[in-house]
């Protein structure tokens, strides 16, 4: 309680506290070693800052797949992300990946590769405490998406994307981690034929999991 | 709600969409699912193919055997004026009765033709029998230098008049010279003489790969039609007996195409 009401003299103004400053009452005597007080937002009162980065940018290369597609083998892909933090949580991504994957069967005489690649602006969310050397992220994002059609050309459409990226930072300016990442593509936008019934396609889906190699500023 | 409760419904949703079955490719329907006027196509194209197959059997050692066959003629797609073998052992027709009314106007026009009756009977001779057949001397191309060999070493524009002339040898060794041969002059000439203004400067192999997308648009391949009628044309004053053709074909791998 006595410290409490010390406490509370001390953030006075210094006319107020020129009222208390008599003779006998040293001001120092709230400066004592112990009594210290961390103006930190976000660490508890003896933990250091977390170093925030401002601007992230990533190189990535890794997995891609259409999933259930029997006629769309396994393919690779690579990616480079440059995400703007707005908040302590919170970045603003702007996303590019390409990618190709080996048709199969019959329709490979055709066409070698399905290939396609994304322009997309989204949001990165960090779930760990930020003191922390790794990262969790939850990505959610949304943009164009362009698809190489053999029977139609370059196709441009909408595609809507979310997913974990899981990072290790080893120094102040460089890290390195893997992203999971789904999407959802040919929502609106023109149409394109597939080669193996020359219909329109609808709503595809794909898998990404490339690695990355980070830089912070 | 625990901490892995908090996840559970974000990665089931996430499960369900990967199980969704999204794909880039969808399947063609059996036989069996096919339209009647379907069926009779694939039996007109089928009866050309197989005539074009004891043609080659007879000939050379090779056979095209593996596209004589009801599954492997493709004629369910719609909305498209198409004819094509793109190396998948597949011969794809599209149909009259799949054309979307503006398209079967525009056949009309093409072939100068009075009635809707007379432009189908037409298309379907074009595209049944004839057209059928240069896809047939495709995929004999195919058969002796491979898909990949094909694609990568011909241009488009040789391809499809070689094709186009070995299905007029193939007419002559049928002899049904005069039937076809005449049938496509009385077919081709309005084409030619409608659309020569426009194409007939760029009748060649540069332009054709330069703007193969405007002239194969579905909604308007006139330029394509053109250069289908420019090959034929070319073919009449051209052509050679079909073995020739043929035992051409397979010395191909030693010549600069």
Known sequence: ????????????????????????????????????????????????????????????????????????????????????????????????????????????????????????????VHLLPLSSRFFLTLDVGSGAYMVFSPLDGVVWNWVIHGGLSLGFRFTSWMGVGVKCRYHLFNLAGPGFRDLNSLTLVGVIDRLEMPAYLAFYF | MKQSQKWFLPMSAVVLLCSCGFTVTNERPTYDELDPEEKDAIATVLAELNAFNGQVKARTEFNIDSVVDRNRIHVSFEGLIFSAN?????????????????????VQQWFAASTADETKEKYEKFFYQFMA???????????????????????????????????????????????????????????????????????????????????????????????????????KADWVNLTAELEWIADLPNTDT
């Not at chain 1, 940018?57 to 440059?82: I, K, M, N, R, T």
């Open chain 2, 86 to 106: 793109l190396g998948d052992n597949t011969i794809h027709v599209a149909t009259w009765e799949n054309l979307r009314p503006a398209q079967k106007l525009l």
């Open chain 1, 1 to 124: 309680m006595r410290n409490c009401l010390y406490i509370l003299v001390f953030l006075l103004d210094a006319g107020l506290a020129h009222a208390i400053d008599e003779p006998g009452i040293d001001d120092s005597f709230f400066d004592e070693p112990g009594m210290v007080i961390s103006k930190s937002e976000t660490g508890s009162a003896t933990e250091p800052e977390p170093d925030l980065y401002r601007v992230r940018l990533e190189l990535g290369f890794g997995y891609a797949s259409l999933l259930a597609d029997p006629l769309v083998g396994e393919g690779f892909g690579g990616a480079l992300h440059l995400g703007v933090r707005i908040h302590s949580r919170v970045e603003i991504e702007a996303a590019v990946f390409a990618g190709a994957n080996s048709y199969e069967g019959l329709i490979s005489a055709a066409a070698p590769y399905f290939l396609a690649a994304n322009v997309s602006l989204g949001t990165s």
């Open chain 2, 133 to 235: 057949v240069s896809q047939g001397a495709k995929q004999y191309a195919y058969e002796v230098l491979t898909p990949k060999w094909v694609l990568a070493r011909r241009s488009i524009f040789n391809f499809e008049r070689d094709s186009i002339r070995a299905a007029l040898s193939h007419y002559v060794a049928e002899d049904r010279q005069n039937e076809m041969w005449g049938f496509l002059s009385t077919t081709c000439k309005p084409v030619l003489d409608q659309y020569g203004a426009q194409y007939s400067q760029n009748f060649n192999k540069k332009y054709l790969q330069a703007h193969l997308p405007e002239l194969i648009h579905s909604d308007n391949p006139t330029g394509y039609m053109y250069f289908i009628c420019g090959w034929i044309e070319n073919g």
